[in-house]
């Protein structure tokens, strides 16, 4: 076990230790068990939590998004050790997806034939999918206002530049802030730890020889891992980030196969943490508009927006409502779109702003 000493500066929980190790993946399913982290390590945050190439029922990925405050471009970027795709050759993946300026649509993926190579330290992580030409570097997140860049020289999927992240609220994982030896669970066999819960999101690329820029937008980054398979682990969820006024919020509202509900909410004001937890009314997400029911039967394109509601403590409530704008992916069972959002304190200051949600009802197809 680590010995830690903590100190809180700006809202930061920083740890005075922090892990330091060099990790190659191959390009091949793991034959065999894979174990996977199960508590939170101290400088360990965002690391690869398993230490092998995943086999076809595991998975640890780390996914990157951000969008302009005013038009519909948005990106979505998601590196992945998954043996969650069970057409692809190798778990190793690069993928994108997201909407221009225009609305258009674009996706695409392309594999990393050379394996994964990790470098970690104080100074943070560097991670390359080799032969993707796609890479993301990230200062420490054991200080103030990390940052990350993600980078493409990539003709595999026609993608060219960098998108840079700089935090605007501090990490956490599912219940507590950035500390170790914490729950990292959102359900059995689902973990999940959030870097960058806001930033101020930066974006020059050329996509498939289109200019895609976006100064001053909001981005966002975490991971997901777990040691069974991620697409039949959770019957329904209801994730999503917003950034309004002097806010940052997320939200996760998931429902299990035995229809129980698990709520975690995450809430900061200027770059400090006013709550984080996981309290069965932390955080209530429901569909809007026509038709609206939960759990849900249609996903985010039959409904018109949501509301998220989340219990501060002392009899506060900071209250969202989101109407949706444009739909960036849509697989009919897992989409993700733009919304507007207003909301405050209720009986404070109301705020405007804009989120990234998804909503992922695989429990349609699984029952």
């Not at 640890?60 to 050790?81: E, G, H, L």
């Not at 998931?254 to 909410?265: C, G, M, R, V």
């Not at 989120?355 to 029952?367: H, P, Q, R, V």
Request: hydrophobic share 40%.
């Amino acid at each position: 076990m680590h010995d830690l000493k903590l100190l809180l500066v700006s809202g930061f929980v920083l740890s005075a230790e922090a892990v330091a190790s060099y990790l190659y993946i191959p390009p091949v399913y793991h034959n065999g068990s894979v174990k996977v982290e199960d508590l939170s390590v101290a400088g360990d945050l965002d690391g690869p939590k398993m230490r092998t190439a995943a086999n076809h029922t595991s998975f640890d990925f780390w996914y990157f998004d951000a969008f302009s405050t005013s038009t519909p471009a948005a990106i979505n970027v998601v590196f992945y050790n998954t043996g969650d795709f069970a057409a692809n050759p190798n778990p190793l993946a690069v993928q994108i997806s997201g909407t221009f300026d225009n609305g258009t649509q674009f996706s695409g993926q392309v594999l990393a034939s050379k394996g994964v190579i990790f470098d970690q330290d104080d100074n943070g992580i560097s991670a390359s999918w080799e032969g993707t030409g796609a890479t993301f570097r990230g200062s420490s997140l054991d200080k103030s206002s990390p940052e990350y860049i993600i980078r493409f020289d990539s003709p595999g999927i026609g993608v060219k530049g960098d998108i840079r992240l700089q935090s605007r609220a501090p990490p956490h994982y599912p219940c507590n802030p950035n500390i170790a030896q914490m729950n990292t669970l959102l359900l059995p066999h689902l973990h999940w730890a959030n870097a960058i819960p806001d930033a101020t999101a930066t974006v020059n690329l050329q996509i498939n020889g289109t200019d895609f820029h976006i100064t001053k937008g909001v981005g966002y980054h975490d991971k997901n891992w777990g040691d069974a398979s991620v697409i039949t682990s959770p019957k329904y969820w209801d994730w999503g980030h917003a950034q309004l006024g002097p806010y940052s919020i997320v939200w996760y509202d998931l429902l299990d196969y035995n229809n129980k509900e698990h709520s975690y909410a995450y809430v900061a004001k200027n770059g400090r943490l006013i709550t984080v937890g996981c309290a069965d009314n932390a955080v209530k997400v429901r569909q809007v508009g026509m038709n609206a029911t939960y759990p849900p039967t249609g996903g985010i394109p039959q409904a018109q927006g949501l509301t998220a509601n989340f219990d501060l403590g002392g009899g506060q409530v900071f209250a969202v409502n989101l109407t949706k704008e444009v739909i960036v992916h849509n697989e009919v069972v897992y989409a993700r779109a733009l919304g507007s959002v207003t909301g405050g304190i209720v009986g404070q200051e109301t705020y405007t702003g804009r989120a990234m949600y998804e909503e992922y009802m695989y429990g349609l197809l699984f029952g």
